[in-house]
């Protein structure tokens, strides 16, 4: 399988080179190799995860829902050992967003300052600059993935084809991001940016991508129980896809058609990622209930939120609003669409 080609950032990161540039209009993607330093920018994210995760323990601990708060197991153990005794993927109590639907008041959230600090990281922001101007907004489609070793998760369940069950646990089906987020946001230039909190290689189930994929348009997305949206393979074209194995500090930037998908994880590590996406300020976003923010304006400095704790309460005060409406689902595509049969 090919290799993706690195573009090396320079000095501090804030220059894609014009080779790097060209490499993402022409194939939909550019893998940025050591922008970020795993020990400042990554490792206080882990830690304020660390945290949600003791949080976590303590509170089925409490409940009663497990035997132990296991603040002896490090956050792998630990964390397999909660979902196999809960026979639950607790994926929710660590995302940067909400759920798709079923919003409750106290629907779990972790919007922490590292969070908060990684979304306004000064060298991503660099590079997003580059590629969609001065004016950047943080687009609220945000996950963190927590994809355990699937061998340690016997308490999770399977569905019917064998897969594990439960928010970006197992492999990730073909999708463009575009298909997952509202037409309103077709013809903007939202940009996902992908990076690895632990090695992604691999075994631990990376990204994989369609090259070039982003010049054929919004592909048919289907919709798949306990998996969600899809791209069916006949679509593909699977001479063009490349697996791109990331180490921490690696970003990936990809176009809003670039399809991507990503592998099982078949190490014994628990593979960690954000996916953030940002479009230039005024687009609109594709999940217009959700809060975003200015992350950078060239324009106007002081239109960016910087301020951590007003993001966080962005987010709960969307919780409550959501919690008392029936949320419209921000799924274009039927669930039972003939196409997709
Ligand atoms: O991390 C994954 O498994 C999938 C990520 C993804 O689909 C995205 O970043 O848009
Ligand atoms: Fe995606």
């Known amino acids: 399988m090919p290799k993706l080609t690195p573009a090396r950032a320079e000095g501090r990161a804030a220059k894609l080179d014009a080779a790097s540039l060209d490499h993402y209009h022409q194939h939909g993607y550019v893998l940025v190799e050591d922008l970020l330093d795993p020990a400042t920018d990554l490792d206080p994210v882990l ?8 949080d976590l323990a303590n509170e089925l601990f409490a409940q009663g829902k ?27 109590h660590f995302d940067i967003s909400l759920p798709q ?18 979304l306004r990281n000064e060298k991503l922001l660099d590079i997003i600059e580059e590629i969609i101007g001065p ?8 996950h963190i993935r927590i994809k355990p070793p699937e061998q340690y998760l016997p308490g999770i369940p399977k569905d019917h084809h064998g897969r594990i069950a439960g928010f970006a646990v ?11 987020v509202l037409p309103e946001a077709d013809e903007t230039d939202m940009l996902t940016v992908w990076m690895p909190l632990t090695n992604a290689f691999r075994e631990h189930g990376c990204i994989e991508v369609v090259v070039g994929s982003h010049r054929d348009g919004l592909l048919h997305h289907c919709w798949g129980e306990g998996f969600g949206l899809f791209v069916q393979d006949k679509h593909l074209a699977q001479d063009k896809i490349v697996t791109a194995e990331m180490k921490r500090g ?28 940002y479009n230039p300020t005024g687009q609109p976003t594709g999940r217009p209930l959700f809060p975003g923010f200015i992350a950078r304006s060239r324009q106007d400095p002081t239109s960016e939120l910087r301020d951590t704790e007003a993001w966080a309460q962005s987010w709960y005060d969307t919780r409550e609003k959501l919690s008392r409406v029936d949320v419209p689902t921000f799924n274009r595509w039927p669930s039972n669409d003939p196409v997709c049969a």
């Open 47 to 54: 830690a304020e995860y660390d945290q949600v995760l003791d």
């Open 66 to 92: 497990i035997a132990s708060a296991y603040a002896d197991l490090d956050f792998d153990q630990r964390l397999c050992q909660i979902y196999n005794e809960t026979g639950q993927v607790h994926a929710q």
């Open 170 to 180: 197992g492999a990730t089906p073909w999708h463009q991001d575009n298909g997952v």
């Open 250 to 277: 690696d970003v990936l930037f990809m176009h809003r058609l670039t399809c991507h998908s990503s592998l099982p994880n078949v190490s014994d590590k628990v593979r960690i990622s954000f996916d953030l996406r």
């Open 135 to 142: 004016e950047v907004y943080s687009n609220p489609v945000q």
């Open 101 to 118: 639907g079923g919003t409750r008041a106290d629907s779990p959230i972790s919007v922490g300052p590292a969070a908060f600090a990684a």
